[in-house]
């Protein structure tokens, strides 16, 4: 049988069908929208800090022009040219100087100090009163002409640039002049402070060669596995990459100072801080999911329970009804617009069982009234033959033949005359046809008979008249037809199942053709041929006792005929008080 699919099947695989594209489409949809925020949030973070970083360069910028601008200073200028003037008019002149130093150093926006230098005369002004000369210019060292990160000056360190007059002089002893810028590195902590807590980062400034400028708030463990990881690598202009830290991911982003040769700020986030936006769009795109999903079970649920469940104790009860178990009802309320139609289904099942009962009752009486007719209709010329023997006897006067044949004869009719009894044990039926064979020896001398049933069989249930109509046609189309045929056997067994009796002659017997035109003619309806007594036999079997019971022919050993009966142990039914379960009645 093909595989076909039920309603609830298609049902079910056609919400699949709707569910999976938008599942699909959903699913592709989040992941390139997860993707782009993440490429754009990488982005901002790279962008927001090359900014900051465009801000410390500006500052930086305006302190580089603060030497410059003290070179075209009138005052400075002619403090430098009358370097041999009076010690008043020098010392005034110097006032004057580190006033001006002082007014250029907080006219920008970080805290700086400003330092002039006269090498020849071993003299410095400065903007910080606590400048040592001395220090500036113990050494002939080269003239920072480019920002230098000087580690040593200072709690924190500071950053120093210088210009030299004349410009081309390379070292401190070389020039007539030095103008120095410097500030602390505290300018920068405030900075990447304010950066911090706006972005709520942990930027830093690192070089290769220095200490790294962290914030006040720093975190020094997750900071220095950084420096340690990018120790090494080769950094240039700007850039992002991943780190693990401690089972953690980072990502590190770096842009290197236009100013601060050789200086990288670098900020680092968990990725886990950058990826929240994504990881909540992420978990509403599996909250959805399973939302739908839920849906989906729920509806299959009440789609099962409301129409599957309903069909499938439909179908069922169809099925024992065609089976023929026509008490089937539907015991499910559905509640729904199945409700009607299963109480529709109880009712017609309810009206198909009575008429099928009024139907069976009467076929069965009328079975019993064509049993009862057939039983009248055994052979009367039997009788006859019968009674003709008694009085050829007893014009002969042979008085023994007579009282045999007038006793067996009596036997004979009393039993089956008494036709309200339809089954009797197979012990009264066995007597019965020891009747019928001493009526027979009587009238055939050669005849002779065996009969051989075990004990254990006597008790069973069967129809009457099941053996005689047998017996009678062994001696008929048997013996009678050949001079040879002269014994008629009868043997009775069983198994777990089925009773068995046989009664077998040497008589004519049957070719092959026409034993098997016999055996179907069992099955056909009665005809000549056959006659009513065998083919009532089958059929009462089979009535009464069911499938695997009935009437058999084969070729006896002996040469003649042997008829097999067989019908279940302790199964006789009567046919007034049960009505067996048959998909079809035997044909009648």
């Known amino acids: 049988m093909p595989f076909r699919l039920n309603i609830f099947s298609k049902i079910v695989i056609l919400l699949l069908l709707l569910l999976c594209p938008i599942l699909i489409l959903y699913g592709l949809t989040n992941q390139i929208t997860n993707r782009v925020v993440q490429e754009q949030i990488e982005s901002a973070n790279l962008n927001q800090l090359s900014f900051f970083l ?6 930086i910028e305006q302190l580089s022009m603060f030497p410059v601008i003290l070179g075209y200073d009138p005052y400075i200028r002619e403090y430098i040219d009358q ?7 020098r010392l005034k002149a110097q006032s004057r100087i580190q006033e001006k130093l002082s007014l250029q150093s907080v006219s920008g926006g ?11 005369e071993h003299t410095a002004l400065s903007s910080s009163i606590f400048l040592n000369g001395a220090d500036l210019l113990s050494t002939n060292r080269p003239i920072y002409r480019t ?10 360190g500071s950053f120093i640039r210088e210009v030299g007059e004349p410009f081309r002089a390379e070292t401190l002893y070389q020039t007539a002049a030095l103008y120095q810028v ?11 402070d304010v950066y911090k807590q706006d972005r709520r980062s942990d930027p830093f400034l690192y070089h290769a060669d220095y200490p790294s400028i962290m914030n006040s708030t720093s975190d020094a463990g997750v900071t220095a596995s950084i420096i340690a990881r990018l120790a090494g690598q080769p950094l240039s202009g700007a850039g992002q990459q991943l ?6 991911r980072y990502l590190v982003s770096y842009v290197g100072s236009a100013q601060l040769a050789g200086w990288f700020l670098i900020d680092y986030v968990p990725v886990q801080k950058i990826m929240s936006p994504i990881t909540m769009s992420r978990n509403l795109f599996y909250v959805t999911i399973g939302l739908l999903l839920i849906m989906s079970i729920l509806a299959a649920f009440l789609l099962y329970r409301n129409v599957q469940v309903p069909i499938i104790n439909m179908i069922r009860s169809v099925q024992k009804m065609k089976r023929g178990d026509l008490s089937t009802r539907i015991a499910y309320h559905a509640k729904n617009e199945f409700d009607y139609l299963i109480q529709r289904f109880n009712e017609m099942a309810e009206q198909i069982q009575v008429l099928i009962e009024d139907v069976y009752a009467e076929r069965i009486r009328s079975r019993e009234a064509t049993l009862k007719h057939l039983q009248a209709q055994i052979h009367p010329h039997f009788l006859y033959n019968s009674l003709f023997f008694i009085i050829n006897s007893a014009e002969l006067g042979d008085k023994e033949s007579v009282v045999a044949m007038s006793q067996n004869l009596a036997e004979f009719y009393r039993y089956t005359t008494r036709a309200e009894k339809q089954t009797v044990t197979l012990r009264e039926e066995v007597e019965h046809v020891r009747h019928y064979l001493n009526i027979q020896n009587l009238r055939i001398h050669r005849l002779h008979f065996d009969i051989s049933v075990p004990d254990e069989m006597l008790g069973e249930r ?3 008249l099941i053996l005689q109509p047998l017996v009678e046609n062994a001696i008929v189309h ?33 070719s092959k053709e026409e034993l098997k035109l016999l055996v179907k003619q069992l099955d056909d309806q009665m005809s000549d041929e056959i006659g009513c007594g065998t083919w009532n036999v089958h059929h009462r079997l089979y009535y009464e006792f069911g499938e695997g019971s009935g009437l058999a022919f084969e070729h006896g050993d002996q040469g003649g005929l042997r008829a097999i009966l067989t019908w279940s142990r302790g199964t006789a039914q009567l046919p007034h008080t049960t009505v067996k379960e048959h998909t079809a009645w035997p044909n009648s």
């Open 83 to 89: 370097s041999g003037s009076p010690g008043y008019d």
């Open 110 to 120: 970080w805290r700086n100090e400003l330092t002039l230098a006269l090498t020849k």
């Open 478 to 510: 048997g013996i009678d037809k050949t001079p040879d045929g002269d014994r008629i056997t009868i043997t009775g067994g069983q198994d777990e199942r089925f009773n068995r009796i046989v009664v077998e002659d040497n008589g004519a017997g049957l």
């Open 54 to 59: 465009h801000q410390l360069d500006a500052n």
């Open 182 to 192: 410097r500030f602390d590195n505290q300018n920068i902590i405030h900075l990447l």
């Open 243 to 248: 780190v693990d830290i401690d089972r953690q």
């Open 462 to 464: 069967v129809p009457r």
């Open 147 to 156: 920002w230098m990160y000087d580690s040593a000056s200072g709690r924190n």
